[in-house]
């Protein structure tokens, strides 16, 4: 795959063509999921990213290698639709419950002395509510309704099936905000000097819950809906 990157393209179509980007826009803190339809200039200018050394990291980043197999663009709906259930439902399914215990535990000890971790346990709790409930509405509708179109795409089908994407884009831009604020009142996961083991491992789980469901959105409104 050629390396051809321009300022005009957006960002979510960048890591649909090259998916090793995807670190380089997270250490620079550009969402490529719910942000993805803004052009790369556009990010650069809101963020005031200097061009070149971004421009570099996307290069480095786009030099395809021996791994590369796995082209998400490849797969047909049913099989991205069964990856996403297998690997990014099923992690959300197990994690969120653990993750929600881990949260009000550390918020409880460390609360008093920490008030932000409160705000946290609130916002985790309402992401939590928002994705057991979208990831049923996704399994249960939206998801049988893309297949359905793509056997057999007529007007209607296609109708029926924006709406229901609609509603499934405005509650990832929602969920996103929510991950945006819990990253913005602990300063990037910074970890206090009296922060215990359990406090550490909390933080760590977020990061890894924020990392997730960005890859996952990314599939499902860049890839899978943008389909439609």
């Not at 990253?183 to 990037?188: A, C, L």
Request: aromatic content about 8%; glycine content about 4%.
């Amino acid at each position: 795959m050629g390396m051809n990157i321009q300022l005009t393209d957006r960002v979510g179509d960048i890591v649909r063509s090259y998916p090793k980007t995807a670190e380089v826009f997270k250490e620079y803190r550009i969402d490529f999921c719910c942000g993805g339809n803004k052009s790369l200039l556009q990010v650069i200018r809101d963020q005031e990213i200097e061009e070149e050394v971004l421009f570099k990291s996307l290069v480095e980043a786009a030099v395809p290698t021996k791994s590369d197999s796995l082209n998400w663009s490849e797969l047909s709906s049913s099989e991205l639709i069964d990856y996403i259930v297998r690997v990014h439902h099923g992690y959300l399914k197990s994690a969120l419950p653990h993750l929600s215990e881990y949260v009000k535990k550390v918020a409880r000890v460390h609360g008093p002395h920490h008030p932000e971790l409160l705000q946290v346990d609130r916002w985790f709790e309402a992401l939590k509510s928002d994705m057991e409930l979208h990831m049923e509405k996704e399994e249960r509708e939206a998801f049988p309704a893309v297949i359905a179109f793509e056997q057999d795409p007529t007007e209607l089908k296609r109708e029926r099936l924006l709406r229901i994407l609609d509603t499934l884009e405005h509650e990832h831009e929602s969920s996103g905000d929510l991950l945006k604020q819990i990253r913005e009142i602990t300063k990037d996961y910074e970890l206090p000097e009296d922060a215990c083991t359990t406090f550490q491992l909390t933080y760590l789980k977020l990061e890894e819950l924020e990392a997730d469901m960005f890859q996952h959105i990314h599939l499902e409104n860049n890839i899978l809906f943008n389909r439609a």
